[in-house]
Nanobody, 121 residues
Framework: QEQLVESGGGLVQAGGSLRLSCTHS????????MGWIRQAPGKEREFVAQ????????YWLDSVKGRFTISRDNDKKTVYLQMNDLRPEDTAVYYC??????????????WGQGTQVTVSS
């Protein structure tokens, strides 16, 4: 049973930075596409970014391009989301996900428990 554990969330002022981490306990990490999805209170989920096992990264949200960077360390079985120049509208619970099982943005086999990111103005 694969397990995803996120960390790194917290409270930060606008313009600040946070780095989220997601550690994958399963044996297939090196072959898995990993992703980050976020959900703000009262809003729909948003697909933020994904990274293929080959390090090919895709940023889905225009609002994060140039500010967020997704990366992975296969030796540590960890995927990261470096978030710079944070804005209040980035406030959300951020979820790590693994293994795409479909073409839709939220089709993932495994999900983490989520980590809260709060950006104050």
């Amino acid at each position: 049973q694969e397990q995803l554990v996120e960390s790194g969330g917290g409270l930060v002022q606008a313009g600040g930075s946070l780095r989220l981490s997601c550690t994958h306990s399963g044996p297939t990490f090196n072959m898995d596409t990993m992703g980050w999805i976020r959900q703000a209170p009262g809003k729909e989920r948003e697909f933020v970014a994904q990274i293929h096992w080959s390090d090919d990264a895709i940023y889905w949200l225009d609002s994060v391009k140039g500010r967020f960077t997704i990366s992975r360390d296969n030796d540590k079985k960890t995927v990261y989301l470096q978030m710079n120049d944070l804005r209040p509208e980035d406030t959300a619970v951020y979820y790590c996900a693994a293994q795409r099982i479909g073409a839709t943005p939220f089709s993932w086999r495994y999900w983490g428990q989520g980590t809260q990111v709060t950006v104050s103005s």
